[in-house]
């Protein structure tokens, strides 16, 4: 693949990733209960799918987790935070998430489907070992983690919707633009 293919293929990927984080600068967590509702999820597989060089694969969706993160939290909290409390849980259930992108051999609906209620449910017994540990709330039985992983179905549900939503406009759109610019297929697509 020359170089010139491969610069416009990542800058596409990387454009299509950059403007799926925007939206999380609607504030649709607040305006109508849609918490967790984001592109993040979709983001991760999607970096994980088809970013060739797979330093790339992480670096891109993780950097794109934190900048949104900082800019969110200023936007909306008025705090410049760079790290917060659970951040290496959540970091490394992304890291998973890009891993299951990693692993789609063929992307499909169904193959996408599969990989968004995995990835939800990595981020669900990642991400609630915070507030399970270090929180107020819950006991630090496996009773309480239970009670955590009950409380954060709702965010789940809400994340699953957003894993499907957005998993169907970056890998749907980038499939489609593959069919029709040669240019952004790989060499192994092209020998197909």
């Known amino acids: 693949m020359s170089l010139q293919k491969i610069n416009i293929r990542n800058s596409i990927l990387i454009l299509m990733i950059v403007g799926a984080a925007a939206t999380r600068l609607i504030n649709i967590d607040h305006l109508t209960g849609w918490g ?52 290496l849980w959540v970091y490394a259930a992304f890291a998973i998430m890009v891993l299951i992108g990693s692993l789609l051999k063929k992307v499909n609906v169904g193959s996408v489907v599969v990989a ?13 070992i915070d507030p399970w540990l270090h929180g107020t709330m819950y006991s630090k039985s496996l009773i309480g983690y239970g009670q955590s992983l009950i409380a954060a179905i709702p965010f789940e549900k809400n994340m699953l919707l957003g894993n499907l939503v957005f998993s169907a406009m970056l890998f749907g759109g980038f499939e489609l633009a593959k069919s029709k610019y040669t240019i952004l297929r790989t060499n192994k697509e092209l020998a197909v």
Request: proline share 3%; glycine share 6%; no cysteine.
């Open 36 to 87: 967790n509702f984001t592109p993040i999820g979709a983001i991760a597989m999607f970096g994980g799918a088809y970013f060739s060089d797979k330093w790339k694969a992480y670096l891109v969706p993780l950097m794109t987790l934190f900048i949104s993160d900082v800019v969110v939290d200023y936007i909306y909290f008025n705090k410049l935070m760079l790290f917060y409390s659970g951040a």
């Open 116 to 128: 968004s209620f995995a990835s939800v449910a990595v981020h669900w017994l990642i991400t609630d």
